[in-house]
């Protein structure tokens, strides 16, 4: 739930975000780096290995709570990896590592719940895992990766549809840069995880956005 004083602190970090953009054409360096190329054909996805970059990522979920809303949550620390052979379709070897401990919804006293005995039982297993098996290419930008997802001691199989969103190389960070977003879902009874049936939602919304540099 938003507060009044978490909307303001968002909306003058966007005005100042506005104003530090729009004042880039008196910076001539900055200029040029923000306006990089981004190209987002099969081949902007070089082969190489990747790293996700923790700054610009964002791992959410959400279910529905009563049939009267959706309960949106985030997971604040997670890492991923993969690596590439020639093109999209040679995407390999894909892992996400999250902590649980990080999970947080609505309130402080909400999270510590879900985090506790009973349901994410996050002292016990403090890791939830997703290995990808395989990549089937949709099209030039989409593909559904295939894999097993570990929650709360249990492993399933899980599927994640990727939109790549392009490549380009940061002069900021001098590492070439790929952005994807995915999304998915899950049925939380089929990891010991379905208390309250009927008033919570079984399925498990996912969403990811996030940007990956390559390291070699």
Not at 40 to 50: D, H, K, Q, T, V
Not at 170 to 184: D, M, P, Q, R, S
Request: charged share 20%; net charge negative.
């Amino acid at each position: 739930m938003w507060h009044w004083k978490q909307v303001r602190y968002f909306a003058l970090g966007g005005a100042a975000l506005v104003s530090a953009c729009t004042s880039l054409p008196d910076f001539p360096e900055l200029s040029s780096l923000a306006l990089s190329e981004v190209r987002n054909g099969p081949e902007a996805l070089r082969p190489g290995s990747y790293e996700l970059d923790p700054q610009h990522a964002h791992l959410y979920f959400a279910i529905n709570h009563m049939g009267l809303s959706l309960l949106y949550g985030r997971f604040d620390t997670f890492d991923a990896n993969f690596s590439v052979d020639d093109s999209l379709t040679g995407a390999s070897d894909f892992e996400m590592v999250i902590d649980v401990n990080s999970l947080f919804v609505s309130t402080e006293a909400f999270s510590e719940t879900l985090r506790g005995d009973g349901w994410f039982n996050a002292e016990e297993h403090p890791q939830a895992v997703f290995r990808a098996r395989e990549i089937t290419r949709m099209d030039e930008r989409t593909g559904i990766l295939s894999g097993d997802l570990t929650l709360n001691g249990r492993t399933q199989p899980v599927e994640i549809r990727l939109i790549f969103n392009g490549g380009a190389f940061v002069a900021l960070t001098g590492k070439y840069t790929v952005g994807f977003n995915a999304e998915g879902s899950f049925n939380r009874s089929d990891f010991g995880l379905g208390q309250y049936a009927g008033l919570v939602g079984d399925e498990v919304q996912l969403r990811f956005s996030g940007e990956f540099q390559r390291v070699n």
